[in-house]
């Protein structure tokens, strides 16, 4: 059987494949985080929301609207890798005795380094006057996101976020487990990360080791303002590059003092300080 006549036999069959990874991927992604923050703890987290300004008319419709585009987008490219992988240009492997457990387990968070690199370059790239308008408005018509922006592209934006795969797999060996492991890291930080309710400890961000994680108000502050705090899971690049709004540490500080003074008083008893008052409800 010539590559073409393999290629359309196996077609179909990647094709469901395809929707039903991907699918699940994305459902399992937004509406666990929806159910969670939205609905079910949503009570619990009313401190830690981050805006009260509501949401467009319509906002979420159209999020999944533009992530069921996005999904197809996976799915076509989804077909070619498959493809390319059976031509051997990737290093992906199922036997894990090939490279040892100890490259399983550093693979993942090398390839959260390397994606985050990616995320990074591409997304200040998307944000230059030239692309914006095709490839990044889409995504920003969602100023302040819902778990449903996560996957609301331009097609154009899709293709370029889901070309980090090939390039992953061409660069290091990665056993499929690890590549599985990723990808729902991958879906499940873009959630969270646009689900409107800071979900970390605010301390950490002055911590000197966890301070290099991004928090939700980090993306948040990114599509209120649709400029700075570029970076996806680390701050590295934003911090090395200027590009960290300045006032991001102020204004989780600021939170942080307002949760403190909190609990303070409902330990104490004491009143709420004024200015912390003002802090929690803003
Ligand atoms: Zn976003
Ligand atoms: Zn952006």
Known sequence: ??????????????????????????????????????????????????????????????????????????????????????????RKYDEIGQFGW????????????????????????????????????????????????????????????YMFIPVLLILLPIHSLALYTVMNIMIFKNATAHCGYELFPRSWVFHPLLGCLTTVTHHDMHHARANGNYGFYFTWWDRWMGTEHADYLDQIGRRLAAELDQRASKATGAPVMATAKQEASA
């Open 102 to 161: 100890w490259w399983f387990l550093v693979s993942i968070p090398a390839a959260l380094v390397l994606h985050d690199a990616w995320f990074y370059w591409t997304h200040r790239l998307m944000h230059t006057k030239r692309f914006y308008r095709v490839f990044h408005l889409t995504h920003h018509r969602s100023h302040n996101p819902t778990p449903f922006t996560a996957y609301s592209f331009a097609p154009g934006e899709a293709v370029v976020n």
């Open 1 to 90: 059987m010539d590559a073409a006549t393999e290629f359309f036999a196996h077609l179909p069959a990647r094709v469901l494949d395809g929707i039903q990874f991907e699918a699940m991927r994305y459902a399992m992604g937004t509406l666990s985080v929806f159910v969670l923050v939205w609905l079910l703890f949503a009570p619990l987290l009313k401190s830690r929301k981050i805006r009260t300004t509501p949401h467009r008319a319509r906002q979420i419709r159209d999020e999944i609207r533009n992530s069921a585009v996005t999904i197809l987008v996976f799915v076509s490219l989804d077909v070619l890798i498959f493809d390319l992988g059976d031509r051997g240009l990737f």
